[in-house]
């Protein structure tokens, strides 16, 4: 995909129609309102002209020699695949498939999809849709409004993409109605050639967009929007919106994209492992972008609060403090000069209320004041425009310190925006970001700083532990295949395999062997029972804990062999390990992305409290900790009421060697390592199971 | 406070200036400009007119003979009680103090507000203010624009009252820019005199409004507003807003109006107890209120969703399942009827999707359906406006239906209003709650599912137990007074009298009593030491537990006696109780409004988790219940992993009988049970506390 798409030279329309309700009109109309900079040709085998646009009966006769940039085609789908050929033969180099009645109706709709994509393939055409609204560059210099929508963008910085043409729609209608220009706008429907990641690569190359907006209710090929959106995220800020968050809202999903109703988890971790900045709110999201757009990076988190009326700074500090920013006091130097230079009554500090008297001087000091100070790090900015100042000469010292770029600075602007047109519009043209909800503000001014602590987190390289034998993991896996569920055997010499610390265990034929088996361990042991029959092992009388001594283990293993009369019974006899805390770890697959690792502290933990974190493969020592930490029981790793806390180095080294495991063991479907027990100073794996 | 402050007949404003920019010109042009229908009268000693108005040299010359309704102030704070005797003379009913330099300052202030309200009070005039904007009624045979700040209301029926004027002026320009009217507006600053308790009884009195919205810091007389919210919100929706929820929203709270920075979740909990719908965000407050003006109270949870574009119902549905609303599939007979009058690429169910190219008539039936539905209790539409359609006849469907009031219509109206205008017109006449994005329009429609939620919670009456001795309990309390913290016999003692259950205990002088009492007790017992020296016992080795015979305990109760060394030592001996459930109960005086009630699992679910509930008295069995329930750790009281559960109606009544007992005895500031344990059919307080 290249410029000839978001920077067309030509636009050819097959399906323009000379009615004006139909999209085959209103795409040319849109390109002519926007003032499209290329040239623009009505393909129909009817009319002459189009909207005053000379028309042509069939692609072949349009007289662009170097071939033609876009061709939008807005005719039925059983036309489309032969249409593409024509395309195919004049040159055309992307086509915009607007009609509908692919995939997203059924078999018929897909394979009329499959066939117009192998022809176009053939070709070396680049398809963009079907079933889509299209694209638009607001770009001076190009003016590309090759979409049937209805929200002219003013031009800008920031750009949007999303499969879904209603979200984008949304989320470009917000940024109009803010007054905020848009740079590029993509939606790309069924998407069954362009990808998302194409189109975010290009907006991470194109150098105007300064913000990426992205709307998605799932990802196709995950692994290579991770790669995409990191490298992207590296360069400008990403900011992302995933839907389908919840078990209804993935049902929603799922009947208008036709996937899975399942609620993935994986969208946001692969965010996060981007550094993509992720929301839950569209709004929020919106109104966030808007702040990106115009505003450095703050390097901190502790903001200073300028107002001229009290409760609104109010509204934003419960933001800041349920946001994790800080309102520091300002240095003694600080406050003199405010109080030399603003009005005796202000309340002069961290918020400093200018009162609603409050002069443009008094906003420009208290501006240079927060500037200055070395424990700000933003500045936000509560403005009520009384009819009793001159609020123009407010905006413009507001505007012109916004303009410096030292500091972020946002701002609550109350007004009327019909009365106080001149004071909205240089905020608006000196780039200053405005909301008129307090907590709209403090929020999007929030975002700024989430977003420099997630590209300041370094989480270092992944750990590669070499003393580890892969090959002879690979060998038991290799000998399972067929099967779904490893022994207990397998799981415990492939845990070997990869020196994650089992509790020591034997394996033993029968009675006899057991209570061999647990001397040489040493008591206390426990007994399990052993067979491919018996999944529910303790549902099933096959497990005997805290056995002291030999006669106990060779009774309790002769009560299992009599009660659950299996052919191939084994005994797995282990080190039985009071005390400690109970942790699970897991592993699951996700398809083309690695897998996902678990970590919670276990019993009620995980079963009531729903206590636990994910990341995704390969987990760094940094994230490891990091799982560790974010689980709302992290206090009892640390230990709490005087008990010592646990042997965290050994988790996290348990949770890197796993993540190594499974990694170089795709086939390896689930893990659970459950319980593990940590102590003060070691942790052991006492339960396991691996799914392939 | 009478109709005389918001329906007046005649306004004077005493401070009237011939300078545009001065607060009392602006309150005259705001009076004409907003068509004030009663008389107005500029009081100047040098002024002949101002704005084209007769002025009066002094509020005597004033030619009113049944007494000025309303004199805004808008002069010096050291001039106002001359002037406030003035008005009495003249017979003034009521004083908007516009002016500042009051409490809001200092000592210097405050003397001056007391003067002059000392001399209102002679008069029987009511004052409103000081330091505040004033107020606004949009009543048509009314239009009394008391207020000098510049946002217009059209008539509607939401009233908005916030002593923050900034705050309140956030709201009212918030409805301003959604197209929806005002009732009243009442921001009264310093409030000296009239108070919100006595606003929002008047809203809740004054018919068109429908709809009362509030914002507050914190609540200076709790009682009252606790015993008018309750009467108000019985009567009509009151959606309200406490900021400075968090410590530093209190400190910049406190920092505008002199309050205390304490975090305080009384308020949160007294709205509960009126039945005020409680926001934490002011934009979706404002929203909300939108759909509350207009629309009916949905009888349940259950949502069907119409949409003509898939994306914005899925991120609907997120915030549906956020908000524990459920999208039921439709009747067999629902679906039939849809299948036959749409389009047949349409997705009929619930969500239905009838594409963007849906017309009126297929919104038309699809809204009927739903509201015929018996599993639906409200509707949620996405529309967006294709050119290619008849987007107003889809408006007009919506209005029609929105009319009949049935269930609640909210809309998420994605257009450009600029261009749309006529369609959003038709919505916004006919009374249809727009929002442009997806989540604001489920968010609205969640408060209303919300309200009735609160609205059909029927708490039930409070139990009186009568079977304890409340003047046992008094005597008590009578002889302890002047200390801070009882003694463990009198702590024990009032638990008596109250009948709650506490674990058997009994008081002993010496070691050897204490073997005694053991041994009447039964073993093992717990021994304590008891002074009122010793406050940390068990840090300072007064605490000795599972003791199993009558030597542990005297040698316990001897090792203590030497170690501590108290003149007035006494040992407490209870039975020791092991196994059981933690339990923590604690009851805290709140000023004027009796005492929070606490209840939480003990040792790390509080300490580490912070899982706590609290209540205000007098709490219900209803209210016991749902706090029992509220704890995240929940099931952990209904039995896990094969355990148990514990007698919780034990701890119901454990609740409710503190809850009488605090609120006979108020002397007590501070009083916990902790722990109580709590078993299978038993529940006994082992260690309790009480400071008066």
New interface residues.
């Given amino acids: 995909m290249s410029d000839s798409l978001f920077r067309p030279k030509s636009v050819a329309v097959i399906g323009a129609s000379s009615k004006e309700?139909?999209?085959g009109n209103?795409v040319i109309k849109n390109l002519l309102d926007f003032g499209f900079k290329g040239s623009i040709y009505p393909v129909n085998p009817k009319a002459d002209e189009i909207r005053g646009i000379k028309a042509y009966k069939s692609i072949m006769e349009v007289p662009e020699k170097d071939g033609i940039d876009v061709v939008h085609m807005v005719i039925p789908a059983k036309f489309v695949p032969a249409a593409v050929d024509d395309c195919g033969k004049k040159g055309v180099k992307n086509i915009i498939i607007n009609s509908?009645g692919f995939k997203e109706?059924g078999p018929k709709g897909e394979a009329i999809e499959k066939d117009f994509l192998e022809r176009a393939k053939k070709y070396g055409i680049r398809i963009f849709g079907p079933n889509c609204q299209g694209i638009i560059n607001s770009d001076p210099d190009i003016r590309a409004y090759c979409n049937?929508t209805?929200?002219k963008p003013d031009p800008g910085h920031i750009s949007i993409t999303?499969l879904?043409?209603?979200?984008?729609?949304?989320i470009h209608?917000?940024f109009?109605?803010m007054g905020v220009g848009t740079r590029i706008y993509a939606s790309n429907g069924n998407a069954c050639d362009i990808t998302i990641p194409e189109i975010v690569r290009y907006l991470g190359d194109d150098e105007e967009t300064r913000t990426i907006v992205l709307?998605v209710?799932g990802l196709r090929d995950a692994a290579t929007f991770l790669e995409v959106a990191k490298e992207v995220a590296a360069k400008k800020p990403v900011l992302a919106m995933k839907?389908?968050?919840?078990?209804?809202?993935a049902?929603?999903?799922s009947?208008?994209?036709g996937g899975l109703a399942e609620v993935d988890i994986a969208t946001e971790l692969i965010f996060k492992k981007a550094g993509i900045l992720s929301f839950?709110?569209?709004?929020e999201l919106?109104q966030a972008a808007v702040a990106f757009a115009s505003q450095p990076i703050p390097k901190g988190n502790r903001v200073g609060?300028i107002?001229n009326?009290?409760?609104?700074?109010?509204?934003a500090?419960?933001v800041?403090?349920?946001k994790g920013l800080?309102?520091p006091s300002l240095s003694d130097r600080g406050i003199e000069t405010l109080k030399e230079k603003v009005f005796p009554?202000a309340?002069v500090?961290n918020?400093t209320?200018l009162l609603a008297t409050g002069l443009a001087e008094h906003y420009r000091t208290a501006m240079d004041v927060m500037m200055d100070e070395e424990t700000i790090d933003s500045v936000f900015i509560?403005f009520?425009?009384p009819?009793?100042v001159d609020t123009d000469a407010i905006a413009r010292e507001i505007a012109e310190v916004s303009k410096q770029k030292r500091k972020p600075i946002v701002c609550n602007l109350?007004?009327?925006?019909q009365?106080w047109t001149e004071t909205v519009r240089i905020l608006k043209e000196g780039g200053v970001p405005c909301f008129?909800?307090?907590?709209?503000a403090a929020r999007s001014l929030a975002a700024l700083v989430r977003y420099n602590d997630i590209r300041s987190r370094d989480i270092g390289e992944v750990t590669i532990y070499d003393d580890v034998d892969k090959a002879r993991a690979e060998a038991i896996l290799e000998k399972a295949r067929g099967r779904e569920i490893l022994s207990a055997t397998e799981v415990y010499e492939i845990l070997a395999a990869y020196k994650i610390t089992v509790a020591d265990w034997r394996m033993a034929d029968n009675a006899q062997e057991a209570e061999k088996a647990a001397v040489e361990i040493g008591f206390p042991v426990v007994v399990k029972a052993d067979a491919e029959s018996i999944v529910h092992k303790s549902d099933m009388g096959g497990v005997a804990v805290n056995l002291a001594d030999g006669d106990a283990v060779r009774s309790a293993a002769e009560e299992m062999e009599k009660r659950l009369n299996a052919d191939d019974l084994k005994f797995f006899i282990q080190k039985y390990m009071p005390g400690g805390k109970e942790v699970i770890i897991g592993a699951k697959a996700e398809e083309g992305l690695g897998h996902l690792i678990m970590f919670g502290l276990g019993?009620?933990y995980v079963?009531?409290?729903k206590d636990v974190v994910f990341n995704l493969t390969p987990v760094t020592k940094y994230e490891a900790e990091e799982m560790l930490s974010s689980i709302?029981?992290a206090?009892?790793l640390k230990g709490?009421?005087g008990e010592k806390g646990v042997y965290e180095a050994g988790l996290v080294e348990t949770l890197q060697r796993l993540s190594q495991l499974v990694t170089d063991l795709p086939a390896i479907q689930e893990m659970d390592l459950n319980p593990v027990i940590a102590y003060e100073d070691n942790v052991f794996v006492v339960d396991a199971r691996i799914a392939i």
């Fill in positions: 309700l139909h999209i209103r509908g109706i049937f209805f929200t999303a879904s043409g209603g979200v984008a729609e949304v209608q917000a109009s109605q709307y209710e839907a389908g968050r919840t078990e209804v809202g049902k929603a999903a009947s208008h994209t839950r709110d569209e709004a919106c609060i107002t009326t009290g409760g609104p700074a109010v509204i500090t419960d800041f403090g349920d800080e309102i009554e309340a500090g918020p209320d509560n009520v425009t009819f009793f109350m007004t009327d925006p009365q008129g909800f307090p907590g709209e019993g009620i079963e009531v409290l709302k029981a206090p009892l709490v009421r």
